[in-house]
Structure formats: structure tokens, C-alpha cells
């Protein structure tokens, strides 16, 4: 809305964790909504806000970018010049299959990482010595959960359709390992 006060006719980006909802906003009150390329950096830590700045934190990382066929031909490199300035690397992706990507590749895996954190807090005892018998791949799998509450909720809620199919289709594939056990079907377990 302040954009689009200002009349503002430059390359607007983002970095949000969905597209869906910023996309749909910046169609219909950006002056120049051509000029909006959604952008995804998928970089951070469980460390949020100012104390989770690094100078490398985007060295290495994907960073998403989505122009569609109404972005003007030179702002997706003016982009991608300033994204791998910081380095990062760019991956172009349409912005309808955006959220459902990030879905099973970083929302989905929030979600187990802190299930995984409820069900040994379940198990543990008032001495949490479940807790302190956690090795590396507990702690491997479970750092994300370590991020704000608030902030993934927003984000599950900003993209729940694709995300409730995620864990669908996870808890589809974790009944499968159950019913392998439960049938003490080695080669399905395995396989």
C-alpha cells in the first residue's frame, strides 16, 4: 500500500516463505504490479530476528525467484545479479508452484521437526533424561523446531492447503513403516 502511495515504478521483491497471499497483494495494489518478482531466500537458522544475522548466512543458499511471463525481460537478471552478489544462488520457479515446493521441502519438514520434539517431551521424565541421552541425529533433525512459534504459524496458516497435503501425504508414509512393522514385513520396511 505505501508502494503504490508513492507510485512507485521499481523492481519489488520479497522474501517471504509464500507466495500465494504477497502475490495476490501486490497484483492488486502495486501501481506496477508487473514490476513484482516474488523472491524466496531459503536461508536462515532457528534463530530468529537480528540475533540470527550472519555476514555468510545467504553463502550457498537457494534463493527463489519467480517472475512470471509479465515480468519485463531485464529484471530477472538485475535480480539474479544482486541475489548472487550476496552469495547466494538463484532458482527460477513459477510462482503458482512455488508454495507447494517449499511445502514438502521446508514446511513439512518444520512440522516433523517438532513432532519429533512433542514426542520425546511426552516421553521424558520431570530429571528430562530422555532429553539428555539425544545425540547427533535428534538433535540434526530437531534444530528447526527451535524457531519461533508465532512466526510458523503464520506461515502454516499462509499456506495451509499445500502443507495439510504434505502431512497427509507423510503421515500416509509413516502409517506405511507402522504397517510394515506390524506385519513384520522386512522387504516393504526396507524398501
Known amino acids: 500500500a505505501r508502494l503504490a502511495a508513492w507510485d512507485y515504478a521499481g523492481i519489488v521483491t520479497d ?46 543458499a537457494h534463493w527463489i525467484l519467480c517472475p512470471d511471463a509479465d515480468t519485463p ?45 512433542q514426542l520425546a517431551s511426552r516421553h521424558a521424565d520431570d530429571q528430562q533424561a530422555l532429553m539428555r541421552l539425544a545425540a547427533g541425529g535428534f538433535k540434526d533433525s530437531t534444530r528447526i523446531a527451535a524457531g519461533s512459534p508465532e512466526l510458523w504459524c503464520g506461515i502454516a496458516f499462509d499456506n495451509a492447503c499445500a502443507l495439510k497435503s504434505g502431512l497427509d501425504e507423510m503421515a500416509s508414509i509413516l502409517g506405511s513403516f507402522a504397517a510394515a512393522l506390524e506385519a513384520g514385513d522386512r522387504e516393504t520396511f526396507t524398501r
Not at 514490476?35 to 530468529?48: D, F, R
Not at 530477472?76 to 532458482?91: D, K, M, Q, Y
Not at 514438502?104 to 519429533?116: Q, T
Open 73 to 117: 525481460a531485464e529484471h530477472f537478471p538485475r535480480l539474479h545479479e544482486l541475489v548472487t552478489s550476496i552469495g547466494a544462488r538463484v532458482i527460477a520457479l513459477p510462482r503458482e508452484d512455488h508454495d507447494e515446493a517449499v511445502a514438502v521441502v521446508s514446511h513439512v519438514p518444520h512440522i516433523m521437526a517438532s513432532s519429533l520434539v
Open 15 to 60: 522474501t517471504a516463505s509464500t507466495k500465494a497471499h504477497i502475490a495476490q497483494q501486490a497484483a492488486a495494489l502495486l501501481p506496477h504490479p508487473e514490476n513484482y518478482v516474488p523472491g524466496h531466500p531459503m536461508a536462515g537458522s532457528e534463530v530468529n530476528g537480528i540475533e540470527g544475522a550472519r555476514a555468510d548466512l545467504f553463502e550457498g
